[in-house]
């Protein structure tokens, strides 16, 4: 590790300390002022103790996992602990901010009195700010925990031999451990096979650190459960290069008949062709870059359509002069939490959604699971049904 990366994490690190102990005082207030009264030092001691170890809980399952490894129970009930409040944290941190500048301002302007008085007994020193904190964290649980169907239609202007249409099932950003678990599975196959799909493409992060070696067997088992009359794919994304070893990632999933692409094509009822691309995170882990997409299509006919599986939505020039049909990506989680989606519409040309440019088409899911807080806040859990329409045979 690099000195510059080192004095990266230790400012990070620091900054992340100093907001969890500006949150802390703003807990201590409340208490202060609510029935429990610090009466002794070591209340104070314990609330500190007890604050700090779920402020960083987070950071310390990160070292749990290597230490006990992600299938001792303890690491999993750390990890949730830590995740959970990190959901905390960015709500508390974003209304507590807004709170003191209102609170700095209402002082520096004349105001009256009466007024100042209904404002001080609505905050309630704080609690009001906890209060809309847990809600909105409740409600982010519960809408990442209701997944949804979302539905589009693409044209591409090319025969695909007997083929007219294709009903396609997008699934990305799985991320199985702290939001899928077992349930999820199989609620996850259930949706899958209800929408009768002709073929099932995964886009990569179905698995990522905090993913069990226990859940991984069980996701085997039940993806053989999947019906699909042309099979089902899948590629990298970035987490699985920290699920484990990689090629015991992989194998889980070809154990369960599903085909893993690595920057690789596969010709489909002679019909269409299916390309997976690695992702990134591969330079990081073996040193090996990503192959440029012209020379995985060198012995692709492009008069057929092409599909390509993209765990990021990028290299989209590339994907468009390499005659590519349609681009299926995650990744972004659309942010995940506001104001995450305001930074990955900013880094991402399309972060969600679909995006059409000629004959070149791309469709983003938000995907099914969460990472971190396993919350959704402005943004969905979903499957993606993509009906694909080809040139009618002549």
């Given at each position: 590790?690099?000195?510059?990366?080192?004095?990266?994490?230790?400012?990070?690190?620091?900054?992340?300390?100093?907001?969890?102990?500006?949150?802390?005082?703003?807990?201590?207030?409340?208490?202060?002022?609510?029935?429990?009264?610090?009466?002794?030092?070591?209340?104070?001691?314990?609330?500190?103790?007890?604050?700090?170890?779920?402020?960083?809980?987070?950071?310390?399952?990160?070292?749990?996992?290597?230490?006990?490894?992600?299938?001792?129970?303890?690491?999993?009930?750390?990890?949730?602990?830590?995740?959970?409040?990190?959901?905390?944290?960015?709500?508390?941190?974003?209304?507590?901010?807004?709170?003191?500048?209102?609170?700095?301002?209402?002082?520096?302007?004349?105001?009256?009195?009466?007024?100042?008085?209904?404002?001080k007994k609505i905050y309630c020193n704080g609690i009001l700010v906890f209060l809309i904190v847990f809600i909105l964290v409740g409600l982010g649980i519960w809408n990442a925990q209701n997944q949804v169907v979302t539905n589009y239609e693409v044209n591409i202007n090319k025969d695909?031999?007997?083929?007219?249409?294709?009903?396609?099932?997008?699934?990305?950003?799985?991320?199985?451990?702290?939001?899928?678990?077992?349930?999820?599975?199989?609620?996850?196959?259930?949706?899958?096979?209800?929408?009768?799909?002709?073929?099932?493409?995964?886009?990569?992060?179905?698995?990522?650190?905090?993913?069990?070696?226990?859940?991984?067997?069980?996701?085997?088992?039940?993806?053989?459960?999947?019906?699909?009359?042309?099979?089902?794919?899948?590629?990298?994304?970035?987490?699985?290069?920290?699920?484990?070893?990689?090629?015991?990632?992989?194998?889980?999933?070809?154990?369960?008949?599903?085909?893993?692409?690595?920057?690789?094509?596969?010709?489909?009822?002679?019909?269409?062709?299916?390309?997976?691309?690695?992702?990134?995170?591969?330079?990081?882990?073996?040193?090996?870059?990503?192959?440029?997409?012209?020379?995985?299509?060198?012995?692709?006919?492009?008069?057929?359509?092409?599909?390509?599986?993209?765990?990021?939505?990028?290299?989209?020039?590339?994907?468009?002069?390499?005659?590519?049909?349609?681009?299926?990506?995650?990744?972004?989680?659309?942010?995940?939490?506001?104001?995450?989606?305001?930074?990955?519409?900013?880094?991402?040309?399309?972060?969600?959604?679909?995006?059409?440019?000629?004959?070149?088409?791309?469709?983003?899911?938000?995907?099914?699971?969460?990472?971190?807080?396993?919350?959704?806040?402005?943004?969905?859990?979903?499957?993606?049904?993509?009906?694909?329409?080809?040139?009618?045979?002549?």
């Amino acid at each position: 590790m690099s000195t510059k990366m080192i004095i990266s994490i230790f400012i990070v690190l620091g900054l992340y300390m100093s907001l969890c102990y500006y949150i802390g005082l703003k807990g201590k207030k409340v208490l202060l002022h609510g029935c429990i009264k610090f009466k002794h030092k070591r209340y104070l001691i314990v609330y500190w103790l007890m604050y700090w170890i779920i402020a960083l809980a987070f950071i310390l399952s990160n070292i749990l996992r290597g230490l006990l490894t992600t299938d001792n129970c303890i690491t999993s009930i750390v990890t949730l602990i830590g995740a959970t409040y990190l959901g905390v944290f960015i709500y508390s941190i974003l209304i507590f901010f807004v709170v003191d500048v209102l609170k700095f301002i209402l002082k520096k302007i004349s105001i009256d009195q009466s007024i100042k008085q209904k404002l001080k007994k609505i905050y309630c020193n704080g609690i009001l700010v906890f209060l809309i904190v847990f809600i909105l964290v409740g409600l982010g649980i519960w809408n990442a925990q209701n997944q949804v169907v979302t539905n589009y239609e693409v044209n591409i202007n090319k025969d695909a031999g007997e083929i007219t249409s294709l009903n396609v099932v997008m699934i990305s950003d799985v991320h199985m451990g702290i939001t899928i678990k077992e349930n999820g599975i199989d609620k996850m196959v259930n949706s899958i096979n209800e929408l009768n799909p002709d073929i099932v493409l995964f886009c990569g992060d179905i698995f990522d650190e905090t993913t069990s070696t226990k859940l991984k067997e069980y996701s085997r088992e039940n993806f053989k459960n999947i019906k699909s009359k042309y099979g089902v794919y899948d590629i990298t994304g970035n987490h699985e290069y920290g699920a484990g070893d990689l090629s015991e990632t992989i194998s889980y999933f070809k154990d369960a008949n599903i085909e893993f692409l690595q920057d690789e094509s596969i010709k489909i009822a002679n019909s269409f062709y299916i390309v997976g691309r690695n992702d990134p995170a591969n330079r990081r882990i073996t040193g090996q870059e990503v192959k440029p997409l012209r020379e995985v299509l060198k012995d692709v006919d492009k008069s057929l359509p092409i599909i390509v599986l993209n765990h990021r939505p990028e290299d989209l020039e590339e994907a468009e002069t390499e005659n590519v049909d349609l681009q299926l990506s995650g990744h972004t989680h659309k942010g995940q939490i506001f104001p995450g989606n305001l930074v990955t519409k900013y880094l991402n040309e399309d972060d969600y959604g679909y995006l059409k440019k000629d004959n070149f088409n791309l469709i983003v899911s938000s995907g099914y699971g969460t990472w971190g807080p396993p919350m959704r806040i402005g943004s969905k859990s979903e499957i993606v049904n993509i009906k694909v329409n080809f040139n009618i045979p002549k």
